[in-house]
């Protein structure tokens, strides 16, 4: 199957879809707003399925690769939802203890992608740990519209509680050295720019396309932290140069990375929105970064 891109669509229509994966829109208001983009016999509707993933497209581990051990952990979280479960990706032959990077999923919950996320993150000598936001609510559920309304329903600052409870738990993982970094995905990049103002203990945090942090919480970050922004997510990207001028007040050690022409999510490569040239370019910095702090 050939992969789409986003230049086959019209700006607006990645507009919209954005709305509706950020749940500001439902797909009824989807597909109203996208019929006029709607010409030469596409509809609003095959709009909606072009853009939506195929975790095919965006596997490059594959599940049962003989170089990785895989396994399900549960995190306790008495201050957010009492437990989550995580996946745990390691490599096969690991020396007895690997730095930790916390992967933090987008609003739709650890689906198949964030676990080839994970597996990645694995393959480049790292313990790689992604909890599931929606374990209370049956985990990720197949499908991306249900995961999306699951994870609405899920108390939001409970959610976030969770995060942290993973993040001070990976360190005293038996076979983690103490070292954590964080890396998160839209929803997960700003629980990234949370942890960092939450967890003083973290060592790296990586954002991409993220929500910064309260100006007032800024300066408790002790972390070194690497943002990634696409030129094209004007909402996210706008608020970068506010964030950076607070980082830098706080002497906070910091790099901010816009990459040019790149969308929300260019980083998720089962969809049209995937930049292969900036996604490439911002993972190499982010795994650069991570044996520069964790090692």
């Known amino acids: 199957m ?25 797909r009824r208001g989807f597909l109203d707003r996208a019929q006029k983009y709607a010409v030469g016999g596409v509809t609003a509707a ?53 730095p930790v990077v916390l992967v933090v999923h987008e609003n739709r919950g650890l689906n198949p992608h ?82 960092a103002t939450r967890v003083p203990t973290l060592n790296a945090a990586v954002a991409f396309y993220g929500q910064p942090p309260q100006a007032a919480d800024v300066p408790k970050i002790k972390a070194p932290l690497l943002l990634h922004y696409g030129s094209a997510d004007t909402t996210l990207t706008g608020r970068w140069p506010a964030y950076d001028m607070a980082l830098t007040a706080a002497n906070v050690v910091h790099t901010g990375y816009v990459y040019e022409g790149a969308q929300h999510g260019f980083n998720n490569d089962t969809n049209p929105r995937y930049d292969e040239k900036s996604a490439k370019l911002a993972w190499q910095r982010t795994m650069d970064f991570f044996e520069k702090y964790l090692r």
């Open 114 to 195: 964030i676990e080839d996320i994970a597996r990645r993150i694995a393959l480049a000598n790292f313990l790689a740990v992604a909890p599931d936001g929606l374990t209370t609510v049956g985990g990720y559920p197949g499908d991306e519209q249900t995961a999306q309304q699951k994870f609405q329903q899920v108390n939001s600052m409970k959610m976030t509680e969770d995060f942290v409870a993973g993040a001070n738990f990976v360190k005293t993982m038996p076979d983690s050295t103490g070292k954590v970094g964080v890396v998160g995905f839209c929803y997960g990049g700003g629980i990234a720019n949370t942890l």
């Open 2 to 26: 050939e992969r789409m891109k986003a230049s086959d669509f019209k700006q607006e229509v990645l507009d919209i879809f954005d709305l509706y994966i950020h749940g500001h829109i439902d």
């Open 46 to 98: 095959a709009l909606l399925e072009m853009l939506r993933p195929n975790f095919a497209l965006g596997q490059q581990v594959p599940k049962d690769d003989s170089r990785l051990k895989i396994s399900s952990i549960d995190i306790g979280s008495p201050q957010g939802n009492g437990t989550i479960k995580a996946y745990v990706a390691k490599p096969a032959n690991a020396p007895s203890k690997l």
